[in-house]
T-cell receptor, first 114, second 113 residues
Framework: AQSVTQLDSQVPVFEEAPVELRCNYS??????LFWYVQYPNQGLQLLLK??????LVKGINGFEAEFNKSQTSFHLRKPSVHISDTAEYFC????????????FGTGTRLTIIP | KAGVTQTPRYLIKTRGQQVTLSCSPI?????VSWYQQTPGQGLQFLFE???????NKGNFPGRFSGRQFSNSRSEMNVSTLELGDSALYLC????????????FGDGTRLSIL
């Protein structure tokens, strides 16, 4: 079974400051890793994904994440946040063997302070 | 390219009723998955359909069911509604390839009175 832990339920950050949202996973097999963002009254939008290869993954809106297999982590980072980044962010895993199920973390609410 | 379309966006029902939610995937996507999102339980996988067959199922009671049509559109049905079924129901579609991510619709918000 797989699980995802997002350690911070809420993260307040000043505008133009850097941010890191933490994600740790547990799995007995190799995994695919994803970060999704959810704006109010909307569905989930894919920010980035890690399937294999380079451990540093770049996504949309200036976000990037680094896969660390030894620490089973996939933290999301952005060097300078904007008011429009205020949203809820979800880390998710799936297995690479055709299982469609995404297992999500509990989410991190990112609040940008002007 | 149109995204995943879910209808209706909002729905109000009473306990004991049943409800059907609809999802139209992105053109060319043959896999459709459903998720339930609640404040208490977060995002939970309901089931996944591919080529009109349920391929994977989460841990939900039999009151939750679904189907997929030949054009890949999917419906989800919940019978004998309970207050705890109040949630945002999200549909996601993807191409049938292991390295393709799921694309989500904006969801149907179901409220049970």
């Amino acid at each position: 079974a797989q699980s995802v832990t997002q350690l911070d339920s809420q993260v307040p950050v000043f505008e133009e400051a850097p941010v890191e949202l933490r994600c740790n996973y547990s799995s007995s097999v190799s995994v695919y890793l994803f970060w999704y963002v959810q704006y109010p009254n909307q569905g989930l939008q894919l920010l980035l994904k890690y399937l294999s290869g380079s451990t540093l993954v770049k996504g949309i809106n200036g976000f990037e994440a680094e896969f660390n297999k030894s620490q089973t982590s996939f933290h999301l980072r952005k060097p300078s946040v904007h008011i429009s980044d205020t949203a809820e962010y979800f880390c998710a895993v799936s297995d690479p063997f055709g299982n469609e199920k995404l297992t999500f973390g509990t989410g991190t609410r990112l609040t940008i302070i002007p | 390219k149109a995204g995943v379309t879910q209808t209706p966006r909002y729905l109000i029902k009473t306990r004991g009723q049943q409800v059907t939610l609809s999802c139209s995937p992105i053109s060319g996507h043959r896999s459709v998955s459903w998720y339930q999102q609640t404040p208490g339980q977060g995002l939970q996988f309901l089931f996944e359909y591919f080529s009109e067959t349920q391929r994977n199922k989460g841990n939900f009671p039999g009151r939750f069911s679904g189907r997929q049509f030949s054009n890949s559109r999917s419906e989800m049905n919940v019978s004998t509604l309970e207050l705890g079924d109040s949630a945002l129901y999200l549909c996601a579609s993807r191409k049938d390839s292991n390295n393709q991510p799921q694309h989500f619709g904006d969801g149907t918000r179901l409220s049970i009175l």
